[in-house]
């Protein structure tokens, strides 16, 4: 028999496949047409059940359209639903069913009311086919018919027999014409039908059924089934008898052989629907350890739920939060995972945890209850409570688009993926809070900013290794020193977990105290490996490098514990590891020797030193892993930012998903010092000679010739040394010193939070200040409670316009925007 088949007509791809979706379930064949001209070559081309026409089309409109199809000879029977958003006007409903339609729908459509319509239409052209291929069938040969077939006189006397008949009984057609199936079987069984012949004869009964038996060759008996029925001829005579003669003899048999299968098959079922227990339990414990996240879990559960039930939506609403979880899925479209308020979830929520068993219902639309968890268009839906321990937190709803009775079995077997999902959800978000609880660990261990270093950029990263429940050993450290230099650090406690960090910690502090001295990276170094040996037991074996920046001269003094080389990447394009030999990791020898190696970082160029997470992969040799950071590092720009996550990307490939931690720090050497520089000097004089050498490198940065320098520096210096003096007695306390250029007057002041003392009467002292003022061109001098105040301009030589602003301004300027 063909495919019924229903045409679609729509100039709208949208409602063409929104009416696919309503009725895809019927099965029929849908068959699209874009136009009332593209609808017409279809009906050359095959039969339609029904057709869904849309009224407002270009070209040939939906009633136009209509009218040609009732024209046509083949087609003018078919019937016709028009399915159209204008307007309810009785007048466009006339026009619809004057143009040949047989029903009239607005849009939006009811799609329950829709698909019922056209499966009727089917039905009912299927039934019309199926009477012509009956009539086709009966006029088709009579002998061959597979089953033994006779047609005998109201007395049941045979008048005509089949060949399947004859082959049945073992006998000629002439042994069996004008005997009666009385004479044919057992006297035992005469007239065994005889009632119900005259009954069918008075048109009291349709037809009627009899099983007998029949006598073959050499007396065998042969069960058979009769089916009795009436032909009526044209001249309304007393009617003949059609006979139906059924073996029996294979259907006893195939009835015994599926008594067996049945036992055997529900044997099978049951051992299937264990199989199929087990197997949902694993997918979702596969699920729950593969999943890193919460999201992720949901995602995966609610994936193998539509698989194994076989549903349309599914849902888990987890309201044990505030906000509520809630995750939707559908076959074929992404889950989604939101939040909702508590007291938004829907009514089959609220009503599973407050029962506290499973929902199922037939029929969503008759009870009236929102669920819109599922989303719309849901008919039937089954829901189950979800637990941890004792306590209800949720639930799992799974929904269909067409009707469904959920059995005992389904039922069971969501209750037990809910048992399984309560319990994945809680390890899963147990990983999460410990995962939390490590990575707040590690960033309070790491520097919670980097400092502000005139003439350097500075920025880091930190990427915990996919393991994020422990914590790692990794570490980076930066910091500004009294004499103006940058102190930097990177380390790697080998190990993992509480006693890494320990560690880690440990050296970290250790090491910022040993910073802070700012000598020889060397005895630094030494220093620190003898704290680690200090450490006792808990001491573990730690890679580390140390290194001082001087940013006025660009001079890197540098040592390498057993550390990744660092990498320095040149403005020009070029990139090298700095690979000196490495002297040993801190905590292996007791009196190892580290060495200070010295380079010079040119202005543009970067240092970056890193750990080995980012050049190591287990799948390739270590020299690839540096190879690939190195080219990086080649395009290492003047956004310090930008080179940390492009050598992130390239030393990843992309794929952050690295076992280890993974730790960068990024120093840039800039081009300027900029407009303004502000300088935290110490006493000591290697501060002061650092603060000369910034001075110089930033004087150098303007218009003034050397000169000009030499007395700009001798006047800083000397006010300097006033602060060490008189402020702080010869401490070695932190005083402020900020450079600003406007044009061409510089400005320079200099803050102290000492007290001043009066200074000594000695003939030789007491000379700084007025020499100040001979070689600047203004200088005024604020003391206060807090500290004193110094603060010069002078103009260069070579100076554009001076500028409108006061010496307030510029005081203010620097008060205000210089950064630290």
Not at 98 to 116: Q, T
Not at 453 to 469: E, H, I, Q, S
Not at 538 to 555: D, N, Q, R, S, Y
Not at 579 to 608: F, K, N, Q, W
């Amino acid at each position: 028999m063909p495919e019924t088949a229903v045409l679609l007509v729509d100039d709208h791809e949208e409602n063409l496949i929104a009416l696919e979706a309503v009725l895809e379930p019927t099965g029929y064949r849908l068959v699209k047409a874009r136009s009332g001209e593209e609808a017409l070559r279809a009906l050359l081309q095959g039969d339609f059940a029904a057709i869904l026409l849309d009224v407002q089309m270009p070209g040939l409109d939906g009633f136009e359209t209509a009218e040609l199809i009732r024209t046509r000879e083949r087609s003018r029977c078919v019937p016709i639903i028009f399915v159209t958003a204008i307007s309810k006007a009785p007048e466009h409903v006339f026009q619809g069913y004057e143009a040949g339609a047989v029903d009239y729908l607005f849009k939006p459509v009811d799609a329950v009311v829709l698909r019922s319509k056209v499966e009727v239409f089917g039905q009912l052209y299927e039934r019309g086919r199926a009477l012509a291929e009956r009539e086709e069938l009966l006029r088709a040969t009579f002998d061959d018919a597979p089953i033994g077939m006779a047609r005998a006189g109201a007395d049941g006397r045979l008048r005509h027999v089949n060949s399947a008949l004859t082959q049945a009984l073992g006998r000629e057609a002439g042994e069996l014409l004008g005997r009666t199936l009385d004479e044919l079987g057992p006297r035992a069984e005469a007239g065994i039908d005889a009632a119900q012949r005259e009954q069918l004869l008075a048109g009291r009964i349709a037809r009627y059924e009899v099983e007998r038996r029949l006598v073959g060759p050499r007396g065998t008996t042969i069960p058979v089934l009769v089916s009795a029925s009436l032909a009526r001829s044209a001249n309304n005579s007393r009617p003949d008898l059609i006979l139906q003669l059924q073996d029996l003899r294979e259907r006893r048999r195939a009835q015994r052989d599926r008594e067996q299968l049945i036992r055997a098959q529900a044997e099978r079922a049951q051992a299937e629907a264990a199989a199929e227990r087990l197997r949902i339990m694993q997918s979702i414990a596969v699920a729950a350890l593969g999943a890193e996240d919460l999201e992720q879990l949901l995602r995966e559960l609610l994936d193998r739920i539509l698989e194994a039930l076989d549903v349309d939506r599914a849902a888990v609403v987890l309201t044990d939060e505030a906000p509520a979880v809630v995750a939707r899925a559908a076959g074929g479209v992404d889950t989604v995972v939101g939040r909702e308020a508590r007291d938004d979830v829907d009514d089959i929520t609220v009503r599973v945890m407050r029962e506290g068993g499973p929902l199922a219902i037939a029929d969503l639309p008759a009870a009236g209850l929102d669920a819109s968890s599922l989303g719309p268009a849901i008919t039937s839906l089954l829901a189950v409570p979800l637990a941890d321990g004792e306590q209800v937190i949720g639930s799992i709803h799974v929904g269909t688009l067409t009707r469904r009775d959920f059995d005992e079995e389904t039922t069971a077997l969501l209750g037990l993926a809910a048992d399984r999902a309560g319990l994945a959800i809680a390890r899963t978000r147990l990983y999460e809070r410990e995962r939390q609880i490590a990575g707040e660990l590690q960033r309070s261990l790491l520097p919670k900013r980097l400092p502000r270093v005139p003439g350097v950029a500075l920025d880091a990263r930190y990427l915990p290794g996919v393991n994020g429940t422990t914590v790692g050993g990794d570490w980076y450290d930066a910091v500004a020193l009294p004499s103006g230099h940058v102190a930097l650090a990177i380390g790697d406690v080998v190990g993992r977990g509480i006693a890494a960090a320990a560690t880690m910690g440990q050296m970290r502090s250790a090491l910022r105290a040993i910073l802070m001295q700012g000598d020889d990276t060397g005895a630094m170094a030494d220093r620190l490996n003898r704290f680690a040996h200090a450490l006792g037991p808990e001491a573990v074996m730690t890679t580390v490098v140390l290194a001082i920046l001087e940013p006025a001269t660009g001079k890197l003094r540098y040592t390498n514990a057993g550390h990744p080389p660092p990498v320095l990447a040149g403005a020009d394009g070029r990139a090298r590891f700095l690979a000196d030999p490495p002297s040993p990791p801190m905590g292996v020898l007791a009196s190892p020797r580290y060495t200070e190696h010295v380079t010079v970082v040119e202005p543009g160029s970067t240092i970056v030193l890193y750990t080995d997470g980012l050049v190591e992969e287990p799948s390739e040799v270590l020299d690839v892993g540096l190879e690939r950071l190195l080219d990086a590092a080649r395009g290492a720009g003047r956004d310090v930012a930008a080179t940390c996550e492009r050598l992130l990307e390239r030393g990843l490939r992309g794929s952050p998903s690295r076992s280890d931690d993974v730790t960068l720090l990024a120093v840039r050497m800039n081009e300027t010092l900029g407009d303004q520089v502000t300088l935290e000097v110490s006493g000591q004089p290697g501060g002061l000679f650092a603060m000369r050498q910034t001075l110089r490198r930033w004087l150098s940065e303007t218009a003034a010739d050397a000169s000009e320098a030499d007395d700009i520096v001798m006047a800083c210096n000397e006010a300097c040394e006033n602060s060490v003096e008189h402020g702080y007695g010869f401490g070695d306390d932190l005083f402020e010193v900020a450079f600003e250029r406007d044009g061409g007057e510089v400005t320079i002041r200099i803050r102290d939070t000492g007290s001043w003392q009066p200074p000594r009467d000695e003939p030789h002292r007491g000379r700084g200040l007025p020499l100040i003022r001979k070689v600047m061109d203004a200088v005024e001098v604020t003391p206060r409670n807090d500290g004193t105040t110094v603060l010069m301009r002078r103009r260069l030589a070579a100076a554009p316009a001076p500028s409108d602003r006061s010496g307030a301004e510029i005081a203010g300027s620097l008060a205000r925007g210089v950064s630290r």
